[in-house]
C-alpha cells in the first residue's frame, strides 16, 4: 500500500506520531488510509447535503476496513456566477481541483480516493484527477435537487427564473409572479433538476464505470443517496484489496460508454469539453471529438430529460436513470468493461435491482427512439476549421438548418443587453466572441443570452453562435466552442454585422457566406486583441489553456 512508505516503523515514527495527534491509532494506521476529497460547502446547493454524505462513506471505508481521511476541495456554482465575471473562473476551477486533488493525495501517499462532488466543473476535475493518479478511486454524487412548483407546462428549477425574466421584459408575466417564482423554483438541495452539465457529468461518471450503479441520479434527499455512499465507502476498500486503479476503469472501451450514454441522453455540450481533458488525463491519444461526431450517427437518443422535454431529474432516476439507458442501448454498449464495482457492465444490469416500472416517455427502448441520431452534434465549416458543437437533442427540428443575419458581439453582457432590450429580431443569428478559454478568459457560458431569447419568444427564430460555451440546459438553435476561438484569430473573429450564416445540423455543418478570398483578406488585417485580464489566475490561465476542440487543457 501507498501508505505504508509514509507509515512504516520506526523510520516514519514522526508522520505516525503527526496522525496520532488527531487520534488515529495504531489499528487505523495499519489499514489502507482512504483519502475523501470532499467539496461540501454551503454556497453551491449540489454540494450543501455532501458533509452527510460524507460521514456514509465513512461508515462503508470502516466496515470495508480502511481508515478514511477527509479534506476540502474548491466548488464554485455557475448558477451563482452566471451573468457577471465571475463566470470567467468556473472553467479555471476545473484544474485547480485536479491540481488540488493530485497535491493531497500525492504529499500523503493515499490508498485510494473517494471523490464527492455533484456540480459542473467539480465532476469533471475529479475524474480528471483520478485519471492522472491512477489510484484506485470513486465518484459519489451528492444527487439532483427536487423540482419546483409547475411553471411553464413543467416543474421549476433555476433556469426557470431566467426564463421568467425575459417574459417579464416581454410583458407576458407580471412582476409578482416572477419574484414569487424566486421562492418557489427550487425546493431542496441538490444539483439542478434539470440535465445540465452537472447531472450529464454524473451520469458520464457512471457510465465511466467510476460511480457505483444508480450513483448519479438518485436525488439528493432520498435516502438511497445514503445507502449508496456507505457501498462505495466499503467498494474503494475492495478496489484497493484489489488495485483496479482509475485507468484500468478509464479507457478506450468506457469513453466510448460515456459518449454513446451522453449522445442516448442528449446531454449538455459541455460533455464535448471535458471528455476529451479526462482522457488527455488517462493517457489515451485519442481524437475525442471525431469520436463523438462519429458515435453520434450510430447512437440514437433513447431518453429526452428537461431542457428537451417537460421531464425533471427526478422522472428521470425513476424511469430508470443510467442503468436503463445502458440496458436499453443493448450492443452499443462495451458490456465487459471493468467499472469501480470490480464487476463488468454486464455483471452490473444483470443484477441491478429497479425500484420504479418503467416509463417510456423519458427512456425508450432501442427501436422507438426520439430521435434517430444522437443529442449532440460536431459541426465544421469555414467558420469553425476545427469543430464547434451543438446539441439536437434539446433543438426543435424546424432549426436544424438556420439561416440568419449576423449580429455581433465581442462579449456577453453586450448581447444580453441587446436582446433584454428589444434590439434581436426574427432572422438573426447572434455573433457572441472573445469569450474561448483563452479570450474570456475561462470560456463563459453565454447561458443567459440563450435564456432571454426564450422569454421573448425567440427561440425558434433566432440563433446564437459563440467560441464560449452552454448550459447544459439551454435550448433554441445555438452552436458553441467555436474553435479556433477569435482570440486566437479563428474566424469568428472576422465575422461583421449583417454577414450570413448558415447552420445545418443534419449536414454537419457551419457557413460564413464569405468567400476564401474575403476571409482571407480580413484576417490579414485581423490584430490580436490585448488580454482581458493581465494578472492573477486568470492571467495564467489565458497563457495556459489550449482550444475548446482539445478540451482546453493547459498545454506546458
Not at 253 to 264: D, W
Not at 433 to 454: F, T, V
Not at 528 to 538: A, D, F, I, M
Request: with cysteine; glycine share 10%; charged share 25%.
Amino acid at each position: 500500500m501507498r501508505s505504508k512508505e509514509v507509515l512504516k516503523k520506526p523510520e516514519f515514527s514522526m508522520q505516525r506520531a503527526a496522525y496520532k495527534s488527531m487520534g488515529y491509532s495504531d489499528d487505523d494506521l495499519s489499514r489502507p488510509i482512504i483519502g475523501i476529497a470532499n467539496s461540501w460547502n454551503t454556497i453551491v446547493p449540489g454540494h450543501f447535503n455532501l458533509r452527510l454524505v460524507s460521514e456514509f462513506v465513512k461508515r462503508g471505508i470502516y466496515r470495508g476496513g480502511g481508515t478514511a481521511v477527509e479534506f476540502g476541495v474548491i466548488a464554485a456554482c455557475d448558477g451563482v456566477a452566471q451573468g457577471h465575471d465571475g463566470m470567467h473562473y468556473i472553467l479555471p476551477s476545473r484544474e485547480l481541483i485536479a491540481n488540488d486533488i493530485e497535491v493531497m493525495a500525492q504529499a500523503h501517499r493515499l490508498d485510494g480516493l473517494v471523490l464527492l462532488g455533484s456540480c459542473d466543473k467539480i465532476v469533471p476535475g475529479m475524474l480528471m484527477a483520478a485519471a492522472r493518479l491512477d489510484i484506485p478511486a470513486i465518484i459519489v454524487p451528492g444527487g439532483p435537487m427536487l423540482g419546483g412548483i409547475e411553471f411553464d407546462e413543467r416543474k421549476a428549477d433555476l433556469t426557470s427564473v431566467s426564463e421568467a425574466l425575459g417574459m417579464m421584459s416581454a410583458g407576458k408575466i407580471s412582476e409578482e409572479e416572477y419574484y414569487n417564482l424566486e421562492d418557489v423554483a427550487c425546493p431542496g438541495c441538490g444539483s439542478c433538476a434539470f440535465f445540465g452539465t452537472a447531472n450529464t457529468m454524473c451520469s458520464l461518471a457512471e457510465a465511466f464505470g467510476m460511480t457505483l450503479p444508480g450513483g448519479a441520479l438518485t436525488p439528493a434527499t432520498y435516502a438511497e443517496r445514503l445507502r449508496i455512499a456507505q457501498e462505495s465507502g466499503i467498494a474503494i476498500c475492495e478496489l484497493v484489496k484489489k488495485n483496479i486503479s482509475a485507468r484500468k476503469i478509464i479507457n478506450k472501451a468506457s469513453l466510448e460508454n460515456a459518449i454513446r450514454v451522453c449522445m442516448a441522453t442528449g446531454g449538455s455540450t459541455n460533455a464535448a469539453l471535458h471528455l476529451p481533458a479526462i482522457a488527455y488525463e488517462a493517457g489515451l491519444s485519442l481524437d475525442v471529438l471525431e469520436m463523438f461526431d462519429s458515435l453520434s450517427r450510430t447512437t440514437p437518443q433513447i431518453a429526452k430529460v428537461n431542457p428537451a422535454s417537460k421531464w425533471d431529474m427526478e422522472a428521470f432516476y425513476m424511469a430508470g436513470g443510467i442503468p436503463r439507458v445502458m440496458e436499453n442501448l443493448g450492443d452499443l454498449i462495451n458490456r465487459d468493461a471493468l467499472t469501480c464495482t470490480g464487476r463488468t457492465v454486464a455483471e452490473n444490469l444483470a443484477s441491478y435491482r429497479y425500484h420504479y416500472p418503467e416509463d417510456k416517455r423519458v427512456i425508450r427502448d432501442l427501436s422507438d427512439p426520439f430521435n434517430a441520431t444522437g443529442g449532440l452534434a460536431i459541426l465544421h465549416g469555414n467558420l469553425a476549421p476545427d469543430g464547434a458543437v451543438c446539441k439536437p437533442g434539446a433543438m426543435d427540428p424546424s432549426v436544424w438548418h438556420f439561416k440568419g443575419k449576423a449580429m455581433v458581439f465581442d462579449d456577453e453582457e453586450s448581447a444580453d443587453k441587446a436582446i433584454l432590450d428589444g434590439k434581436v429580431g426574427p432572422g438573426t443569428v447572434v455573433v457572441i466572441r472573445y469569450e474561448g478559454p483563452k479570450g474570456g478568459p475561462g470560456m463563459r457560458e453565454m447561458y443567459n443570452a440563450m435564456k432571454y431569447l426564450y422569454g421573448r419568444g425567440l427561440a425558434l427564430s433566432t440563433a446564437l453562435v459563440t467560441d464560449g460555451r452552454f448550459s447544459g440546459t439551454n435550448n433554441g438553435c445555438f452552436v458553441g466552442h467555436i474553435s479556433p476561438e477569435a482570440a486566437e484569430g479563428g474566424p469568428l473573429a472576422i465575422v461583421k454585422d449583417g454577414d450570413e450564416i448558415t447552420i445545418d445540423v443534419e449536414k454537419r455543418e457551419l457557413t460564413l457566406h464569405v468567400s476564401d478570398e474575403e476571409i482571407k483578406r480580413r484576417l490579414a488585417q485581423w490584430k490580436r486583441p490585448e488580454p482581458k485580464v493581465k494578472t492573477g489566475y486568470l492571467a495564467l490561465y489565458s497563457k495556459l489553456a489550449s482550444s475548446a476542440s482539445k478540451g482546453a487543457i493547459f498545454k506546458f
